[in-house]
């Protein structure tokens, strides 16, 4: 449970981060922010003096002004999100990325060069272009959408409990 995901809201009730339950837990200890809804699981964190309920979201007390981001860094873990996990080729489960244009050809690390791949196809294609192999993409690549207040949702698979909050930005 300690390893467990809350949704931490900004006091304007907009998604803000992802943390720990331990991280969310602490914040509610010190008073820096407080439970919107308890986790599904129904568990609890227990000391000698204390019982507190699990979050699956939490709400901080004062508003943080979060600088906008104009370019979201690329991760690997970013794309295989983006693409939802499916061959850019084939459309079986991806777990690699591949450069449609590749690096030893002049293709950059960017968002718009990377696609989520299946290993048989990653090493079918190995350095090829796709016109090449005679091959065709599913997706068309380009960086990660934004809700409108700026924030990402990306990096972690979203709870059923968050849905009332990410559907405000969206």
């Not at 449970?1 to 602490?26: D, G, I």
């Not at 309920?53 to 979201?72: E, F, H, I, N, Q």
């Not at 090829?128 to 192999?133: D, G, H, P, Q, S």
């Not at 599913?138 to 059923?160: F, Q, W």
Request: charged fraction near 25%; proline fraction near 7%; hydrophobic fraction near 40%.
């Amino acid at each position: 449970m300690v390893t467990s995901r809350v949704l931490l809201l900004n006091a304007t009730f907009e998604p803000l981060a992802v943390v720990t339950a331990k991280r969310a837990v602490l914040l509610m200890l010190s008073g820096k922010a407080e439970l919107v809804q308890a986790a599904l699981e129904g568990g609890a964190f227990r000391s000698e003096n204390l019982t507190i309920t699990a979050p699956s979201v939490m709400r901080l007390s004062r508003y943080v002004r979060v600088p906008y981001r104009a370019t979201t860094p690329m991760t690997r873990s970013g794309v295989l999100r983006r693409d939802g996990k499916v061959c850019a080729y084939c459309g079986k489960r991806a777990d690699t990325i591949d450069h449609v244009v590749p690096r030893s050809r002049g293709g950059k690390h960017t968002w718009e060069n990377c696609v989520a791949a299946c290993r048989p196809c990653n090493s079918r294609k190995a350095d090829r272009l796709l016109t090449e192999l005679g091959w065709a993409m599913r997706v068309n690549p380009g960086p990660p959408r934004r809700g409108r207040s700026g924030v990402l949702l990306l990096t972690v698979e979203p709870h059923p409990t968050w849905e009332p909050w990410l559907e405000m930005v969206a």
